[in-house]
Nanobody
Framework: QVQLVESGGGSVQAGGSLRLSCVASGYTYSSYYMGWFRQPPGKEREGVAAISTGGGITYYVDSVKGRFTISRDNAKNTLYLQMNSLKPEDTAMYYC????????????????????WGQGTQVTVSS
């Protein structure tokens, strides 16, 4: 059974940092592209970042470039999102997701591309 379990969310002040983790099980983690998505209250889910199977290719939505870093440890079946210089507009539920599709940056930042999803971890940034 595929499982993706996020952790690391919390409440921080603007300018602070958080590191999200996502532990995967039940499938061949190293064969799947991975992504982070977020859904602010009352808004649609949006792609934040994606990473290739080996970690050498990454994609980011413009609003987080230079502040967020996606990475993965295939030996630990774990995906990370380091979030620095957090802003109130980063407040959202954050989800990790896995896809067997090796596509374009547009596709990999689009939720419909992904096969498996975690339950999410809440990030709240206060001003």
């Amino acid at each position: 059974q595929v499982q993706l379990v996020e952790s690391g969310g919390g409440s921080v002040q603007a300018g602070g940092s958080l590191r999200l983790s996502c532990v995967a099980s039940g499938y061949t983690y190293s064969s799947y592209y991975m992504g982070w998505f977020r859904q602010p209250p009352g808004k649609e889910r949006e792609g934040v970042a994606a990473i290739s199977t080996g970690g050498g290719i990454t994609y980011y939505v413009d609003s987080v470039k230079g502040r967020f870093t996606i990475s993965r440890d295939n030996a630990k079946n774990t995906l990370y999102l380091q979030m620095n210089s957090l802003k109130p507009e980063d407040t959202a539920m954050y989800y990790c997701a896995a896809t067997a599709y090796y596509g374009s940056a547009y596709d990999l930042l689009h939720s419909a591309t992904y096969n498996y999803w975690g339950q999410g971890t809440q990030v709240t940034v206060s001003s």
